[in-house]
């Protein structure tokens, strides 16, 4: 990824830093247990294997954005980070992925029980942290992002491998996996700093659009993406037979003998040598890669234009430029 791409991240992280160290003692002093040593153990594995912590970060930004001057932003943004961490443990069960940013998943490395365990103890470390700062506002949207999360995790496995799932579907299911989490996270940063109502909504409108065009550029690069870049082989979602945007605007416009094909790979999971490089041509045939990338880039222009109520503050570009750097990857 070149400069302009990584900039605005890097930007915001270098002007966030001394409250960024702030939630990263959190998270570790958190993170511990006296009684269950394996809690630690898991839970570092994937906490220190070098994400961005871009959740966190939009807490701290939104906060910094509307003039907050206090610290309980510092254990919202430890929240929204646990919160996270959580649903990355439960979903590669569910997924049952064996890799996670380039490396090993700890189901992989431990067990299936550990590592739904111990994201039920990070569920339940966000829900201490997010009552301490004994704002009720913010706790109800803490909460209710937490039960849409889950939602639609559930939402996503009763559609899969339904051909009849639409774009629509999608968009719900993203909004529920993915976006909910980095709205939360703007809107809390905002309403414990006390914004305008106005303002409050314009940066959860923002979170929600930045967090499904980042979820549609990630799925599109599940396609074309390079795997020593992504942390992911290429095709995963097809062999797990996940219907993200690309395959199902691919499945909308197949011909008969096409849909056959998506049927048997998909809905019956019966996969041979050679179906990845088919579904690869039938998904540029129809253009739907090309058609999911114009998607990505018109949820990140609904990102930007969402910021325009928003006061003018060195903050408020970094996050404009942010929107533009989730879908970088993609040109």
């Not at 980095?182 to 305008?196: H, K, M, Q, Y």
């Not at 739907?288 to 930007?304: H, K, S, V």
Request: glycine share 6%; hydrophobic share 45%; net charge negative.
């Amino acid at each position: 990824m070149d400069q302009i791409a990584t900039k605005p991240h890097d930007a915001l992280a270098a002007h966030l830093a001394d409250e960024m160290a702030a939630v990263n003692a959190v998270i570790r002093e958190r993170m511990a247990s006296r009684h269950a040593p394996r809690i630690p153990e898991v839970t570092a594995h994937l906490v220190e294997a070098g994400g961005k912590r871009l959740r966190p970060l939009l807490v701290l930004a939104a906060a910094r954005l509307c003039g907050y001057r206090g610290q309980d932003h510092v254990r919202l943004a430890a929240t929204v980070e646990f919160i996270h961490t959580a649903t990355l443990l439960h979903d590669d069960v569910v997924d049952e992925s064996n890799q996670r940013r380039g490396r090993p998943t700890a189901n992989l490395l431990w067990d299936n029980k550990s590592s739904v365990l111990v994201g039920d103890y990070l569920f339940a470390r966000a829900f201490q942290l997010m009552v301490e700062p004994g704002n009720l506002k913010v706790l109800n949207i803490l909460a209710d992002a937490s039960a849409t999360i889950a939602e639609g995790e559930v939402l996503q496995l009763t559609a899969a491998q339904d051909l009849a799932t639409t774009e629509d579907t999608y968009v719900q299911i993203v909004r529920g996996k993915t976006a909910a989490l980095f709205a939360a996270a703007t809107e809390s940063g905002a309403e414990i700093a006390g914004a305008a109502p106005e303002v409050v909504t314009a940066l959860r409108d923002y979170g929600d659009a930045l967090g499904i065009a980042f979820q549609m550029a990630d799925d599109l690069l599940d396609y074309e993406g390079d795997s020593g870049a992504t942390g992911k082989n290429v095709g995963d979602d097809f062999r797990e037979r996940k219907l993200t945007l690309p395959l199902i605007k691919a499945v909308a416009a197949a011909d008969e003998t096409e849909r056959a094909f998506w049927v048997r790979t998909i809905e019956r999971g019966k996969q041979e040598d050679g179906d990845l490089e088919q579904a690869l041509a039938l998904l540029a045939k129809h253009g739907a890669l090309d058609a999911t990338r114009a998607a990505a880039f018109d949820w990140a222009a609904r990102a930007r234009d969402s910021l325009s109520v928003v006061p003018d503050h060195p903050v408020k570009s970094m996050l404009s430029d942010l929107a533009d750097y989730v879908v970088a990857r993609l040109r």
